[in-house]
């Protein structure tokens, strides 16, 4: 199967822009924030991820967590008759396979990659 150039060359400046954000944003900036009534003398430092990571994480991490999350559930699917058949749970499995790649995917904020 031949891919057209446009493509190609699309994909190529999506991932050159994602290199050049990365490479000249800052890693993280600490602002600092207020927070409740109750505690609106104290400020905590909240840290935003740099442009760059977010980009990163929007065009190339996110669109792979989402293939991570489908093939997990092909395998869920494929290895459930063996688990069926060996009285095991089906929580571990399902847990490992699809739960976690989701929400690495859809939960965490744009731009963390990490805990």
């Known amino acids: ?15 050159a822009t994602c290199m050049t954000l990365a490479g000249t944003a800052q890693a993280q900036d600490s602002t600092p924030v207020r927070t409740g009534d109750a505690q609106a003398a104290q400020t905590q430092n909240v840290e935003t991820p740099s442009a760059g990571a977010m980009a990163a994480d929007l065009i190339l991490v996110r669109p792979l967590g989402l293939a991570a999350t489908a093939v997990g559930f092909g395998l869920f699917l494929a290895n459930t008759p063996f688990l069926i058949f060996e009285g095991r749970p089906k929580t571990a499995p399902w847990n490992k396979l699809v739960r976690a790649p989701a929400a690495y995917t859809f939960k965490r904020p744009l731009g963390k990659m990490s805990d």
């Open 1 to 15: 199967m031949k891919k057209s150039r446009g493509t190609g060359v699309l994909l190529a400046f999506a991932l």
